[in-house]
């Protein structure tokens, strides 16, 4: 067992939230050079996605990427002895080919997407990502290095631990300098839980790359660049002789942007403030630049990075979006990131992991400043209310800290809401990337708020649990628990069953709603949510909404799939077909442990082995029961690249013959019943996960699949 830092937790959490502002900052003029920047929006020293009228947390392949492909530490074991290959099996699990994750701008175009082709067609990586696959342009491009966070997070202290584990990551698509340029960012964040001394943080990043390097030797030019010019314009205009785009080719080169990465380490990284101003207002590829520089910045700093200047974190809320097929993991939010990273970081040094904050609840508020992405969503009529949102300390419970002002019995409720779900202004956006969803809470669940009303309120106040969910025609609606009244200085418990009308509408919110009881003064003070939770197995039946002609709709979206054809608006619920090859479309979150799952009228039309699946961990992790191609039924372990029978037997099945499929998952049994035909296994590796259907070389239908919890 080796030791972590004190403060381990609260400097991970200062990392994702770095690279949540870099990203997301950036983004809204990814790729414009310098002179762009400069003509159309002048210097950046604050977020601008309202000027190009965007929203601010939007799909990006800089989250998406590094918090998605470090769980290869769940995935195949916290261990240094991680490699590619294993890394590879977690892009093949959690990337759904043109849809999640990456930019797919083709074979040949991509460095991502041509890595991703070569893993589909059996050549496993390391071999995936080399000069002697792909070329040398190619694999010398960005995306090594936009990644790369999550690694060192998992490895404070520890720059050897941090460079194999980047390495092993970065050799999946990545090789040459691309590589160098990831293991160098990954040593020196891995060193920055320790120091923030930037010279030393380069030294030693410095010390396990070849020194022959072109990283190497450009780090050594900019090193002297800067050094002489004390102007860091001066020194990115250098750095664009000698080292830019027209020198390094490709979409996105990783030489240009690493070079202005280190000169913005060496001119800024004492201040987080500005640092997002040079490297943002240098151009580029500004998204992965201030990612990997706020991250790094953040580490260096801890929580105070964000002190002293403009407020990046307010804004964003702690809110993250991470496009994978694990659709219970895509609305994120940073302490749940941070608390999943730190976590692997106890692993990897044999310490044990953190126990959750509040028994498990979902939203604790138990880091500084954590709102967990509950924002006021709707005010008080009177222009002279006020709201605000805050993590703080009440009675030395953490807490989100709603503060009102002005409310009266004759105003709107206040309004406070997390998002569960897709948010519409998502898909309003022109974008390189497509959101990969499931909803967190569905009907059937037990949900509880813990509240204290602040001594100093000057009025009792009702609360009660909000919940907004799409309808059949993508309008969100709301639906409320009963309210509960509480006093100046009480505590209380707000405690619902999310209710059976919710089934078929995706929930996208969840929050409370907070009114000045009838008849008192009007309300100032506080509402203080200790925590919010939800418990158990949803108890719904998923079927197509009524309104077939909306192949939009949000109903559809919750679903998270990698089959080639869903057919939304003819024949049952589920048509769904796939050319070749095995397809998934699942919905649900992994928090979902013991249940049933039925499905009604299920019918293979054609095609190979059929089935539906329970406990889905992405793409090529799951239990599922078979129709096979050979005429059995078999319970089937999706491990990875392997199809494993736990059992099977002989059963005659037809094509376009309806059957019920029943399918039970209970801590480690496994059982599945078609029709009368029943069988039984045990395995361990997979304790919760989604639901879905499984669909080779063809096509199947069903008209509904429904959950329950296991009767005890």
């Not at 939007?58 to 074991?77: N, P, W």
């Not at 990502?129 to 792909?134: L, R």
């Not at 969100?476 to 628990?481: E, K, P």
């Not at 090859?581 to 499905?599: I, K, M």
Request: charged share 20%; hydrophobic share 40%.
């Amino acid at each position: 067992m080796s030791s972590l830092p004190d403060d381990y937790l609260h400097r991970v959490y200062a990392g994702v939230l770095g690279k949540l502002v870099g990203v997301y900052l950036g983004r809204p003029f990814e790729n414009w050079t310098y002179q762009e920047i400069q003509d159309k929006l002048g210097d950046i020293r604050y977020y601008v996605h309202d000027k190009l009228d965007l929203p601010l947390v939007v799909i990006d392949d800089d989250v998406s990427g590094t918090f998605a492909f470090v769980r290869a530490l769940e995935e195949h074991g916290a261990s240094a002895d991680l490699s590619s290959e294993d890394v590879g099996k977690t892009w093949l699990n959690n990337v759904v080919e043109r849809r999640s994750i990456f930019w797919w701008g083709g074979n040949g175009i991509s460095t991502e997407h041509t890595a991703f082709l070569n893993l589909k067609r059996g050549l496993a990586a390391p071999a995936s990502g080399a000069f002697e696959t792909n070329g040398r342009t190619l694999a010398e491009q960005i995306g090594a290095q936009i990644f790369i966070d999550g690694w060192a997070m998992v490895a404070p202290g520890n720059p050897a631990l941090a460079v194999r584990l980047a390495e092993a990551a970065a050799r999946v698509s990545h090789d040459g300098e691309a590589v160098y340029a990831a293991k160098l960012w990954a040593v020196m964040e891995a060193e920055a839980f320790l120091s923030s001394d930037v010279n030393h943080l380069l030294d030693t990043g410095l010390s396990f790359i070849p020194t022959n390097s072109i990283i190497a030797c450009m780090i050594a030019d900019v090193r002297r660049w800067v050094q002489e010019d004390s102007d860091w314009r001066q020194t990115r205009q250098r750095i664009e002789d000698n080292y830019g785009y027209d020198k390094y080719l490709g979409i996105c080169h990783v030489v240009p942007n690493h070079a202005i990465m280190i000169m913005t380490l060496l001119y800024a990284g004492h201040d987080f403030h500005e640092a997002m101003y040079v490297i943002n207002t240098c151009g580029w590829d500004t998204d992965c630049n201030a990612g990997n520089v706020a991250c790094l910045v953040a580490l260096m700093h801890g929580l105070a990075a964000f002190q002293g200047g403009p407020d990046w974190l307010g804004p964003l809320a702690d809110r993250a979006i991470i496009s994978s097929a694990d659709g219970g993991y895509s609305i994120n939010n940073a302490a749940r990131i941070a608390y999943d990273i730190a976590n692997l970081g106890h692993r990897l040094s044999g310490n044990p992991v953190l126990q959750p904050p509040k028994d498990g609840a979902q939203f604790h508020f138990s880091l500084p400043g954590s709102v967990q992405g509950f924002q006021a969503t709707a005010y008080p009529q009177s222009p002279s209310s006020v709201v605000r949102i805050s993590q703080g300390q009440d009675r030395g419970v953490d807490s989100l800290c709603i503060r009102i002002k002005n409310l009266t019995d004759a105003c709107d409720p206040v309004e406070v809401m997390t998002a569960t779900f897709t948010p519409l202004d998502i898909l309003q956006v022109d974008r390189n990337y497509e959101i990969m969803a499931s909803p967190l809470v569905y009907p059937g669940q037990r949900v509880k708020a813990e509240l204290h009303a602040a001594d100093i309120n000057t009025a009792a106040s009702t609360v009660c649990l909000r919940i907004k969910a799409y309808d059949e025609n993508d309008v969100l609606t709301t639906v409320d628990s009963s309210p509960i009244n509480i006093k100046s200085g009480q505590h209380n418990n707000l405690e619902w069953t999310i209710p059976d009308n919710l089934q078929n509408c995706p929930i996208q919110q969840i929050g409370i709603a907070i009114a000045t009881a009838k008849g008192s003064p009007k309300l100032d003070g506080a509402i203080f949510l200790q925590s919010m939770r939800w418990d158990g197995v949803p108890r719904m039946t998923l079927k197509r909404p009524a309104n077939k002609s909306r192949y939009q709709s949000f109903w559809s979206r919750a679903w998270v799939s990698s089959v080639d054809k869903v057919h939304t608006d003819m024949g049952p619920s589920f048509l769904i077909a796939q050319d070749r090859g095995e397809g998934l479309l699942s919905q649900g979150a992994r928090d979902w442990s013991d249940y049933d799952v039925v499905v009604s009228n299920f019918v293979v039309n054609f095609g190979g082995s059929m089935g539906v699946a329970a406990r889905v961990q992405g793409l090529n992790r799951y239990y599922a029961l078979m129709l096979t191609k050979d005429k059995r039924v078999a319970l089937v372990k999706a491990a990875d690249d392997k199809r494993i029978e736990l059992m099977s037997m002989p059963f005659a099945w037809e094509e376009n013959h309806k059957y019920r499929l029943h399918l039970r998952v209970q801590g480690n049994k496994i059982e599945g019943q078609v029709d009368q035909a029943g069988l039984a296994a045990v395995d361990e590796d997979y304790i919760g996960g989604a639901v879905g259907f499984v669909v080779t070389d063809g096509s199947l239908s069903a008209d509904s699949i429904t959950v329950s919890p296991v009767d005890k």
